[in-house]
């Protein structure tokens, strides 16, 4: 008899265009599903309260579709490469596949592994899965990688077209005796004391089944507006795909090929290419989430913490309208707006003067979406100390973005109905403040 296949599943919750899979598909043996909580490798980040509540959601939708297909979903916790190793030794397994990962911590994981894991004699082989293009495929004439968005979206647009997502197999060999399981609840990624999930389970519907009902719908109804309703943080007029692509429960290349036939699509598509301009970025600059991409922002003069400042802004107390209204989204949901993000990390980097990276952290802990790289590349955009950022002197002004994005007050009549309504600080002597304190990293530039 063969020798069983692992498919290793990480960000990539999914059946349909899943490369690793269709390889142990292809290899003809039987299939063992497998993910692996790894908390305790080097480097790995932990996952935020939010995150951590999808995942739950979303290995239980992933292992029920396997199951509708003849394999099951093996859950293991422990450092990637103990674990990985072990099940090998469990299972005799002569193959194991996976989809690329691009952090530095992940990617020296699996370079570890496929070494050691060859020396044994096992076939491993890892794909392209979860960005439409590999970051070293992507380079300037000169051979180095792009910091700004626009020529860098161009190049990729000259590459040829991400290719065809792959069908989802229609049934699937699994072994006869999968190894041992844990058991979702096992890992406690629920929240139970107390139980703030409450807002998450009204929202949200993880796994890959709702989300690809979600993005027909966008495709169907919501697209021909996008263009002109994107920034109305009340309009709902964006996918809401962010959580289902940071989980791979949608491959880039499904959304990119199902987009790509509606017409007037360009600017959906474009902020996949931020998606893509980001995940680049961090591939390049591993330190993204902890250090300033242009160091000469090292010199900023951050104050000393005020944590009643910072901790009014985490609740939606800030006395700012549009402020408190997305912090409390974000709070409820697990999601804030586009805009309200720009507007919110604004006020927290330029008015209160609180550094980006404390700001990062929250966001990470608090959004379904969390993404290792859309979370610090989006930071630092708006500190001005990232790739192609918005220049540090832009401060957005909360009450100018609340007029022009929320003209009737219907968002922050949702959300923040019942705010305090007297600001923490006041905006303009805030603004001169930071642009004071931005002339230090203008001396050290
Ligand atoms: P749509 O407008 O429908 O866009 C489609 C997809 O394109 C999104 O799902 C997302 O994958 C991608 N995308 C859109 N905008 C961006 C962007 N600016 N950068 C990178 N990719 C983008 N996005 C995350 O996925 N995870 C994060 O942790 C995250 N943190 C952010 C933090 C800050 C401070 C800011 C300003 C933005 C952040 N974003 C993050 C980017 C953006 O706000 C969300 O991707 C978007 O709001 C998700 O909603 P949507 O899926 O309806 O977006």
Known sequence: ?????????????????????????????????????????????????????????????????????GARLVLRRGPAERVVHEVVAESGAGAVYWNRRYGRPEREIDAALKSSLRDQGLTVESFAGSLLHEPWTVTTGSGTHYSVFTPFWRACRALPAPRAPLPEPRELDGVARPPRSDAPGDWELLPTTPDWAGGLRDTWEPGEPAARRRLRHFLDHDLPAYDAARDAPAAGATSLLSPRLRWGELSPFTVWAEATRVEGSARFLSELGWREFAWHTLYHFPDLATKNLRPEFDAFPWPGLDPRQLDAWQHGETGIPLVDAGMRELWHTGYMHNRVRMVTASFLIKNLLIDWRLGEEWFWDTLVDADGANNAFNWQWVAGSGADAAPYFRVFNPELQAKKFDGDGEYVARWAPDAPTAPIVDLAETRKAALAAYDEVKRAG
Do not use: N
């Open 1 to 69: 008899m063969t020798s069983p296949s692992i498919v290793w599943f990480r960000d990539d919750l999914r059946l349909a265009d899943h490369p690793a899979l269709r390889a142990a598909m292809d290899r003809d043996a039987p299939v063992i599903a497998m993910f692996v909580l790894d908390e305790e490798s080097p480097g790995i980040r932990p996952l935020g309260g939010a995150a951590k509540w999808w995942l739950h959601h979303s290995l239980l939708s992933l292992d029920e579709r396997l199951r509708d297909k």
